[in-house]
C-alpha cells in the first residue's frame, strides 16, 4: 500500500498505553483519509448511547494521503469525536503542523481513549509517546499554552491545544493550533477537556511515504507557487473571508441582531476593507501560499486573527459595529478554546431571549462589555448564566420554553454558520441537510442561488448544486483532507486532487471515485444520527423555524415581505433526498447502502430502525 502510512496510533489515556495498529488496503481505499477514517471509526468502535463527554468516547485526528506533503494547502487535519454538541458524529477541520509531524511520524490516525487521572499532555515522537503532566498550563488559555509548548520543544513541533472552554466542557469548546487557527466546532475541544488530555505535541522525522516522490515535488512545488500567483492576481487575501460581508448586506443575508435582520446601514465599519486597513500580521496554514489569516488588533491590543463568520456573528449579529470590540470577542473566544460561530449565536440568542421576554436577565444587542463577560462565564462555566450559554442554544431554548426554540439558530444543535437564510431557500437546504449540522462547510450555494437562478426557486436545481457541492467540499476536501480555499476561492481546478492523490497511492482514480467515496461518507454519518436518534424524521433536516414566520419577514430592503415557505422547503428538500435516494425520513435507502458497499453498515443499522428497500 503506497500514499498511507498504514499506521495508526491508538492511545489509552486511562490505562496510560498506546499501541501502533495497522489498517488493511480496503479500509483505506473505501475511506481515504480525514473524515472518512474519523467516522468508519467511530461508527464501529462506539456502543450507541455513550455520553460523549465520558471516557467511553473517542477523540481522533485523521489525516489523508497527501496530508503534510509539500503541495497546495495540504496542512489540514480532521479532528473529531460523537459531539457533545449534537449528540452523534462531529468533527471539524483545521490548519496544523500537527499534519506534517503525525505523517512524518508514521500514522495516519490517532485515536485517543479513556480518561487521564490528571491533566495530561501527550508527547509523540515517532514510535515513541510519552505522558506527561500538564498542570502548568491546565487553566492557561490556548495563546499562553502553545507558548509554553514552543518554549519547551521549538516552533517546529505541531500543537493541538484546548483551553479554559474545553477544560470546562463547554460544549462548543474547539481544539487550537497555531496563531489563530480552531476546528471541531461541535465540541471536540470539550471531549479533549473530558479526557483531561490540554495538549498533543507531536514530531516525526520520517518521509511521508509516496509513490511517486519525484512526481509529487515536481508537481507540489509547481502547483504552490501557481496557486500563489493565482492568489496574487485575484488579490483574494487581501480581504480574504472578510470580504464576502458588503455582499452579504447587499443581498440581505447577513446575520443582524440573532438573524431577525438581514441588513445593518453599519456594516461597512466591519466590512473587509476595513478589516484590511486595520491588519497588523497575517497568518496561515502550513504549505499555504494563499494565507487568510486577516489579523488585527483588538481593543485590548491583543492580535485577534478574524475571518467572516467570527466578524458576522461576533459583529453584526450581536450589533457591534467596532473592529476592535468584536476582534476582542474573537480574541476571547480563541483564548478560551471556543467555538466563534457558536459563540456568536449562543450570544446573541440569549440577548434575543431577554428582549422577548423568555427569560430575566441583564444583557442587550451591543453591549461588547458584557458579551466578553458572559464568554468568561460561559468558558468556565461560573454561575448559572455561565451554565446556560457554555450549553449552546438547543438546550437553553428548551431551558428557557416560552417559543424560543424558533429562533435558536441551530440545525440538530449545531448554531448556523454567518449566512441568514430568511429568503435563501437554497442555503437553508444546505443547513438542513448538513451531515453534522449547520455547518456552511458543506455547501455554500447563495451566489448560485442568486446570480444563476432565482431566490424564489425551491426547485430541483438547488437540490442538484447542493449535492454536487457537498460531493466536493464535505467530501473530497475532508477526506483527502486539504483546504478548498484554492479551488473555492481562486479558481484551482478540482482535477489537481485525484491528480496529488494518484502520485501519493499509485492508483488511477478519478473524480466520480472520490463522489462515491463522499456520498459513503455522508450515508455513514446520516446512519449514525439514526442509531443516536431512532425516531430521525424529514423533521429533523429543517433550519430553524424563524425564517418559515411571516412575522419575521424584513419590514423593508431587498427581501422586504418575503419568507422561507415551509411547504416549498418540503418539496425542496423532498428533491434532495429522492436524488440522494434517501427515503422520506431522510435515510439512505438499503438500495443506495448496497450501491455505496455499507451493507455491514446497514445491517447494523436494522437492529435500530426500519430501513426502506
Ligand atoms: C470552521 C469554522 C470557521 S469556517 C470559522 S471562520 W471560516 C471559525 N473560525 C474560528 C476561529 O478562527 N477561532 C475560533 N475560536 N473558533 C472558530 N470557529 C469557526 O470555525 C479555517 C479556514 C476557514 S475560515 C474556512 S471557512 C475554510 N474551512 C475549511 C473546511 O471546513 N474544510 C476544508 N477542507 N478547508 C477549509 N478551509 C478553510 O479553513 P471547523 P482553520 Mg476551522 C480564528 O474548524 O470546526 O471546521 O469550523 O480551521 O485552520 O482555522 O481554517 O470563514
Ligand atoms: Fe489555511 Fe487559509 Fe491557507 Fe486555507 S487559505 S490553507 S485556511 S491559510
Redo the contacts with the bound molecule.
Sequence with gaps: MKGWTGNILRVDLSSKTYKKETFSEEFAHKWVGGRGFAVKTLYDELKPGIDPLGPDNKFIVALGPISGIPAP?T??AVVAAKSPLTGFYGDGNL?TRAVEQLRKAGYDMLIVEGKADRPTMLYIEDDKVEFLPADEIWGKGTFACNDWIYSKYGKGVGVLNIGQGGENLARFAVVRSLEG?AGGRPGIGAVMGSKLLKAIVVKGTRPIPQADPAGMKAAGSADLRQVGVLDKQSGW?IQ?TTGVLPFCNEVAGLPVRNFRKTHHPLAWQVDGERCNNARVAT???P??T????VTVLDKEGHESELDYENVALLGPNLEIFDIPQMASLNYLCDEFGLDTMSAGCTLSFYADAIDQGAVDGDFKFGDAERAKELLRLAAHREGKVGHLLADGTRRMARAFGRGSEAYAMNVKGLEVAAYNCKFIPGQALSYGVAPIGAHHREAWIITFEIKHTTRESYGPEKAAKVIELQRIRGGLFEFIVA?R??WI?NGWPLDHYPKYFNLATGLNWGLDDMWQVGDRIYSLIKLHYLREFPGASREDDYPPRVWFDPANADTEGPIAGKHLEIDKYDGLLQHYYDQRGYDRRGIPTMATLRSLGLEDEAADARKYADLTE
Design positions: 494547502n496542512g489540514k490548519g487557527r487575501s480574504a497568518y496561515g496554514c504549505t499555504c494563499m494565507r487568510c489569516g483546504c480555499f484554492p476561492e
